[in-house]
């Protein structure tokens, strides 16, 4: 039996551990940010040790993205001591909070998708005249 991948069991568990500090971390920023920035967990990435994880945020506005992430890792240390009255774990993970890019780019490309899709058929037509 091959022991260098991690069995089905411990991804599963790997990834349940990930979505339950997702959603603690959301319960925490919405209870300790300010109403000016709205800060949303969007995925967190658990290190194979479980020792460390990143948690993805998306900023609105995006131009307050850099205070939010200064914001977040200040209150890093009070919010894992918060997550040690909230969850069990047998290794509580050290936190690191970074913009989600991905979430950015996506949001780019719907917003570009529905651009093309806002062009009518005849203004279509027209250009390819011409």
């Known amino acids: ?15 349940k551990k990930s979505l339950m500090i997702t959603e603690l971390a959301a319960q925490y920023i919405a209870r300790e940010a300010g109403r000016t920035t709205l800060i949303t967990p969007t ?4 290190g194979r040790d479980g020792k460390h994880v990143t948690i993805f945020v998306s900023v609105f506005p995006t ?6 992430i200064t914001f977040l890792m200040r209150h890093k240390d009070l919010f894992r001591t918060w997550l040690k009255t909230h969850a069990r774990f047998p290794v509580l993970p050290f936190i690191k909070f970074e913009i989600d ?19 009518k058929p005849e203004e279509a037509s027209d250009s390819e005249e011409a």
């Open 43 to 46: 995925r967190s990435d658990l």
């Open 1 to 15: 039996m091959d022991r260098s991948r991690p069995s089905r069991g411990a991804n599963f568990k790997g990834t």
């Open 101 to 119: 890019y991905g979430e950015l780019n996506r949001q780019r490309l719907d917003e570009l998708s529905g651009e093309v899709g806002e062009i």
């Open 63 to 68: 131009e307050e993205g850099e205070h939010a």
